[in-house]
């Protein structure tokens, strides 16, 4: 089945910093998610954006199909932003195949 | 707002039990879906349903099944829970190919 991978694991930042997350997957897709997980463990879509670029406010994606990866840019981040980030894959279908997500801490 | 409840934030079972994981969801979404999360795994997935009384196998169906007699019901069954399904489930719904939506998680503890 199609792999999706995300880097970094693991991400600590100062308050204010930029950061980048990636994901790549290994086959084409129809679609593709970014998730973030709040440390209550409730996750919330961030984006749907199976190509191209999009941005809501402080949070952008990117996503190059073609090159079969995607980019989550954060923005002067903040200690709110902590938590586990997923990009999720559509295949085919209506599953979902999820990355083991990147963990990150904003520190004060 | 969608909104997607399930039916416990934590539950604790005893191997061999019978264990029910109820998820409801209120938009009229045709597709459910079974999540596990376990550390450094992401969220992997169970089962889905695309129609009432219609289920899929994910990538890891062993030792689960599920219901779907109503629409907005979504009901994932541990036949004879094991101390290696301890684990946080989550459920989601969706309409078509359009974003998932995620209920809080059930994180169930097999002793």
């Known amino acids: 089945g199609i792999q999706v991978e995300q880097s970094p694991p693991d991400l600590i930042l100062q308050e204010g910093a930029n950061s980048t997350l990636r994901c790549n997957f290994s086959?084409?897709?129809?679609?593709l998610q970014w998730f973030h997980q709040n440390p209550w463990g409730q996750l919330i879509n961030l984006f749907y954006?199976?190509?191209g670029t999009k941005q809501n406010g402080r949070l952008s994606a990117t996503t190059v199909a073609t090159e079969r990866y995607s980019l989550l840019y954060i923005s002067s981040s903040q200690t709110t932003d902590s938590g586990v980030y997923f990009c999720?894959?559509?295949?085919?279908?209506?599953?979902?195949?999820f990355g083991a997500g990147t963990r990150l801490t904003v520190k004060p | 707002d969608v909104k997607v409840t399930q039916s416990s934030r934590y539950l604790v079972k005893r191997t061999g039990e019978k264990v029910f994981l109820e998820c409801v969801q209120d938009?009229?979404?045709?597709?459910m879906f079974w999540y596990r999360q376990d550390p450094g795994l992401g969220l992997r997935l169970i089962y889905f349903?695309?129609?009432?009384?219609?289920?899929e196998k994910g990538d890891i169906p062993e030792g689960y099944s599920v219901s779907r007699e109503k629409k907005e019901r979504f009901s994932l069954i541990l036949e004879s829970a094991s101390t290696n399904q301890t684990s946080m489930y989550l459920c989601?719904?969706?309409?078509?190919?359009?974003?998932?939506?995620f209920g809080p998680g059930t994180r169930l503890t097999v002793l």
């Open positions: 999720a894959v559509e295949p085919g279908g209506n599953d979902m195949r």
């Open positions: 086959d084409s897709v129809n679609n």
């Open positions: 954006i199976p190509s």
């Open positions: 938009m009229d979404h045709e597709n």
């Open positions: 349903s695309y129609d009432v009384k219609m289920k």
């Open positions: 989601a719904s969706n309409l078509g190919g359009n974003t998932q939506y």
